[in-house]
């Protein structure tokens, strides 16, 4: 069972923006960073951003750099994932798990125990 709740999600059209955020209900520090992944009907979970839990480094998926800032709140435990300039091919449930940077890849280490997530819906 995952220890993230994801929220924040709902139906926008393309070039709005929304705001997401991960509560953890447990200790992350032992993960190498914090990320949000989307999964799209029939498709596998893609690795959307990924911040680094010892210095706040960010990472980005190319399809979101620009548009999509990912911060952290350690006294809160949470995560957010500001999405803005949102376009139709980024509709999908968006999850949070540990993550961890392989070269350009963002993987994670969910370990296929992922949330309820949150769903995003851009229309056009």
């Known amino acids: 069972q995952s220890q993230f709740v994801e929220s924040g999600g709902g139906s926008v059209q393309a070039g709005e923006s929304l705001r997401l955020s991960c509560a953890s209900s447990?200790?992350?520090?032992?993960?190498?960073?914090i990320g949000w992944f989307r999964q799209a009907p029939g498709k596998e979970h893609e690795g959307v951003s990924c911040?680094?839990?010892?210095?706040?480094?960010?990472y980005y998926a190319d399809s979101v750099k620009g548009r999509f800032a990912i911060s952290r709140d350690n006294a809160k435990n949470t995560v957010a994932l500001q999405m803005n300039s949102l376009k139709p091919e980024d509709t999908g449930v968006y999850y949070c798990?540990?993550?961890?940077?392989?070269?350009?890849?963002?993987?994670?280490?969910?370990?296929?125990?992922w949330g309820q997530g949150t769903q995003v819906t851009v229309s056009s």
């Open positions: 911040i680094s839990v010892s210095d706040g480094r960010t």
């Open positions: 798990a540990g993550c961890v940077v392989l070269g350009t890849r963002i993987e994670s280490l969910a370990l296929g125990r």
């Open positions: 447990g200790d992350s520090s032992h993960f190498d960073g």
